[in-house]
């Protein structure tokens, strides 16, 4: 008895221990370290770019039409506190703000951006969770759009120079090549106009993310509803400027304390995101 008491007593300290172990190296936030753990960044103010137009990513507040909010600014606001530097948000159309952190203007591009490897032989990307796509549609699809493969002679609508975009020109070289009419290609800068171009009989569908779909639907429920889901098999990040490797740094380290921690998670719930689609915090840079 006194052998298995013994053993047992060996065997728990051995798991405490490993906890300890455990969590002694999780990472934390440590603002109040920010001078020596990234002293490029100490006692600057980190410009983040955002559209503002892109529910429920970077929105105006309601209640207070001078701050943006969405997961994207919080998510922003909630990484650089973990690393001790604070923010602004820095609004201009979604376009602008990747040539914008290319050119320096602002140190990050944190918009619901995709990545591809022509975004990435321009800038680096921090990633940390992946995409989902969702088709929008008259309500009661009545061209009976069920797929990326018959959109064949229908008129459909992307933000310029989005993934999606890139999706309708691949569908369109296949309706070509298989002697089928093309797809009608237009495209958007302001999120915000893309829906009553359905409305209004100018589009038949969106490809847009599935959480920004999903705010639409639910504001316009008697004019659009949602169609077919897809999965790109894409990553989206935050964007920063090549050579910033101390930026990006800080950026992963900070991500990875607040999955940790839990706080990333309940930003997601709050704005009706699959924590799910969040993984370990990369650096990408081609």
């Not at 300290?13 to 190296?25: E, I, M, Q, S, T």
């Not at 370290?33 to 410009?47: C, D, F, N, R, W």
């Not at 369109?172 to 495209?187: H, M, R």
Request: charged content about 20%; some cysteine; glycine content about 8%.
């Amino acid at each position: 008895m006194i052998d298995r008491l013994a053993a047992c007593l060996v065997l728990c300290v051995a798991l405490l221990a490993g906890f300890g172990a455990r969590a002694a190296d999780a990472p934390v936030c440590q603002p109040d370290k920010v001078a020596t753990l990234y002293p490029s960044l100490a006692g600057k103010t980190i410009k983040v770019g955002q559209d503002g137009v892109t529910m429920p990513y970077s929105y105006h507040d309601p209640d207070d039409p001078d701050k943006i909010i969405g997961l994207d600014a919080d998510l922003a606001r909630a990484v650089f506190a973990c690393v001790g530097v604070p923010v602004t948000i820095d609004v201009g159309a979604w376009a602008g703000l990747l040539p914008a952190v290319a050119s320096g203007r602002i140190d990050v591009m944190w918009d619901d951006l995709y990545y591809t490897p022509e975004r990435a032989s321009r800038i680096d990307y921090v990633m940390y969770m992946l995409a989902s796509d969702t088709a929008v549609l008259h309500k009661g699809n009545p061209k009976n759009i069920t797929s990326l493969d018959n959109l064949c002679g229908v008129r459909a609508l992307a933000g310029l120079g989005t993934v999606e975009a890139g999706m309708l020109n691949a569908a369109t070289a296949k309706c070509t090549a298989e002697g089928k009419p093309p797809v009608e290609i237009n495209t958007f800068q302001d999120r915000s106009t893309a829906w009553p171009m359905i409305e209004n009989d100018r589009a038949d569908i969106v490809l847009s993310s599935a959480a920004m779909a999903a705010v639409a639907i639910s504001q316009r429920s008697a004019t659009l509803e949602a169609g077919f889901s897809f999965l790109p098999d894409i990553k989206v990040g935050v964007g920063v400027a090549k050579g910033r490797t101390e930026l990006a740094t800080a950026i992963v380290n900070a991500m990875a304390a607040l999955k940790a921690n839990g706080q990333a998670a309940k930003l997601f719930v709050q704005y009706k995101i699959d924590p799910g689609l969040m993984f370990a915090p990369e650096i990408v840079t081609k």
